[in-house]
């Protein structure tokens, strides 16, 4: 079955810091992967995406995110952390079978960033 | 502006009443989806439609009903069926095409004491 796993529930580092998000899947076609945020009460905002080429990909907020196909991995990546950037960090995959469009989410890993 | 609009923020109700949560969506998104997010868990699917008149149920769709009588619309009814309906709801929306992406509204909170 299809299966998003992000390992680390909960992640701290301090800002200025670089910061490495993980994130597997468990996926037998061409996966097509995203990674969101979220803060407190709000609802979720894509920071990038990624379908083919490429396997580096450039997102929102100096975010990118690396594809890896033999590790089945989609780590998201930031070089220098803001205290902004404190919230909840969902990687998902697009389940694409005959008509079925959805997406299989991971339970997300919450940043906290300290000053 | 376009979007997805979801109201109201909170949503308080007493527990063995039903409530309807709206959500509505002027992107052209043919296909919607309603997730129920509680804390620890990620998100889970309750519903979701590819196209109007038409909807599936997801992961956890027991004490839900929704309809999509238009594009730009697909309520969630939560019934007294739901054994523990206090939580956080996400409705978003997909152009539906493969490995398109979802775009998400900012949620309602809803508390049944």
């Known amino acids: 079955a299809q299966s998003v796993t992000q390992p680390d529930i909960h992640i701290t580092v301090s800002e200025g810091a670089s910061l490495e998000l993980r994130c597997n899947y468990s996926?037998?076609?061409?996966?097509?992967l995203f990674w969101y945020v979220q803060s407190p009460g709000q609802g979720l905002q894509l920071l990038l995406k990624?379908?083919?080429?490429d396997t580096l990909v450039q997102g929102i907020k100096g975010f990118e995110a690396e594809f890896k196909r033999s590790q089945s991995s989609f780590n998201l990546r930031k070089p220098s952390v803001h205290w902004s950037d404190a919230a909840e960090y969902f990687c998902?995959?697009?389940?694409?079978?005959?008509?079925?469009?959805?997406?299989?989410w991971g339970l997300g890993t919450s940043l906290a960033v300290n000053p | 502006d376009g979007g997805i609009t979801q109201s109201p923020k909170y949503l308080f109700r007493k527990e063995g009443q039903n409530v309807t949560l709206s959500c509505e969506q002027n992107?052209?998104?043919?296909?919607m989806y309603w997730y129920r997010q509680d804390p620890g868990q990620g998100l889970r699917l309750i519903y979701y439609?590819?196209?109007?008149?038409?909807?599936q149920k997801g992961d956890i769709a027991e004490g839900y009903s929704v309809s999509r009588e238009k594009k730009e619309s697909f309520p969630l009814t939560v019934t007294s069926a739901q054994k523990n309906p206090t939580a956080f709801y996400l409705c978003?929306?997909?152009?539906?095409?493969?490995?398109?992406?979802?775009?998400f509204g900012q949620g309602t909170r809803l508390t049944v004491v």
């Open positions: 978003a929306s997909s152009p539906g095409t493969k490995g398109a992406e979802a775009f």
């Open positions: 992107l052209n998104h043919d296909a």
């Open positions: 439609s590819q196209i109007v008149n038409d909807f």
């Open positions: 996926y037998g076609a061409t996966p097509y």
């Open positions: 990624y379908f083919s080429g």
């Open positions: 998902a995959v697009a389940l694409n079978a005959g008509n079925n469009r959805k997406l299989i």
